[in-house]
């Protein structure tokens, strides 16, 4: 799911480069993963646990929990709260994430 | 015969029993406060529970396993008629106990309950270490042991209210916020409710204002000895079931959210989080569950329970103001279907049932 049109408004700030899914996303510093990801015309960050059904960017400020994806093997990260940096290891999330021994 | 009621609360109080006077083929007005309301329907754990409930008043400990035998019926009609899935379900509750003290107070109560209601009628168990762990594989060194009860289960009262509130809609019901009950006087043979949205009137009204209860009641002729507790609640962030079954401290929602409950402070009407509170919740739940440290807290809040100063409920008619109707407990999830489909037609019927006279606040005053 990619927007045809995404638009960075500033293009300031040095190269950050960070992987989403094993493709190479070129940021900026200061970005959110979430803000690099929209201004790279990514839209699908998770699957819903509830329905399946793909979920991306929503308020873009920490609140709605929408944009969770899974960074350096950490799950349930909010893409929109954390800062973009060298090298990062991000991944859409699928379901939910299992805590301790498997159920 | 329809009558006009006003309902003085939109909460799972006044809604479930709005419900049910609509489903009489009552005329309904809900009157509600609005969002500067305490909202004990909004902030809490949403367990519908029998087990622990009504030690020293059987009636309640009746009433309670009443309810939540309607509550699957209660749960698929507002489905039908609201399109709103509560998300209820009732695969048995846990209480797990962390200390033999705890364990042998927990088989006392059980078999007080036993003895007074009947195996049948009670149905609490307790489970050593060993029986608990084949049920819940997940549990802490430090828990010994668990009571269960099969007719304990939970739902999601956000929803249960929304369903509540799609259903009255349906039901023909009006809900009128920002409409604060002021006064209630007599206005002929019915009543005058004042509120900032004008005066309404009907000729039977409905306390279900929670701690408002309290400050309405004086105009109708009823003392309604009521107390504020708060509790705390914490919600981590979402992760595969790994809980079969809601505890008293700990339960998954069914989209897998983990809930941290069960604290108990004496702090008047304020409802904010608090560090000591936050850290002590935390702390059981992971003795409890200990893989939960790895989990992240997305949120917290206090609400504000509403007691009776004896922790049962109060169902209560007033006796100079007929027809005036006040509907008092803190177990709003757990007796909404109890609410809804028992205590409201006794209500549209003009009369509470002697059965609830146990009920009555007349049980606070010695004279």
Known sequence: MTDPSPR???ESGAPVRFEFEGREIVAREGD??????AASGIRHLRDSVVSGDPRGMYCMMGTCFDCLVEIDGQPNRQACMTPVSEGLNVRIQRGAPVVGESA | MSAHVIVIGGGLVGSAVAFGLLGEGQDVTILDEGDIALRASRGNFGLVWVQSKGDGMPEYAQWTRRS??????????????????TGYAKPGGMHLLLSEEALEARRDLNNRMHNVNGAAGYGAEILDRKALLEVLPGIGP???GGSYSPHDGHTNPLRTLRGLHGAIARRGGRYISGAGAQSITRDGEGYAVETPKGTFRGDRVVLAAGHGNKWLGPDVGLDIPLRPQKGQILVSE?????LPMPTHVVRQTDEGSVMFGDSHEDTGYGDTSSTDVIRDL????IRCFPHLASLRIVRSWGAVRVLSTDGFPIYQESESHPGVFSVNCHSGVTLAAAHALELAPMIAAGALSPELGVFSAKRFSHD
């Open chain 2, 68 to 85: 939540a035998d309607l509550w699957s019926g209660f749960a698929e009609e507002l489905a039908d008629e609201s399109g709103v899935e």
């Open chain 2, 238 to 242: 979402r992760t595969a079931p790994f």
């Open chain 2, 282 to 285: 935390s702390a059981n739940a």
């Open chain 1, 32 to 37: 959110s993963v979430a803000l690099a990801l």
């Open chain 1, 8 to 10: 960075r408004l500033d």
């Open chain 2, 142 to 144: 430090d828990v010994v």
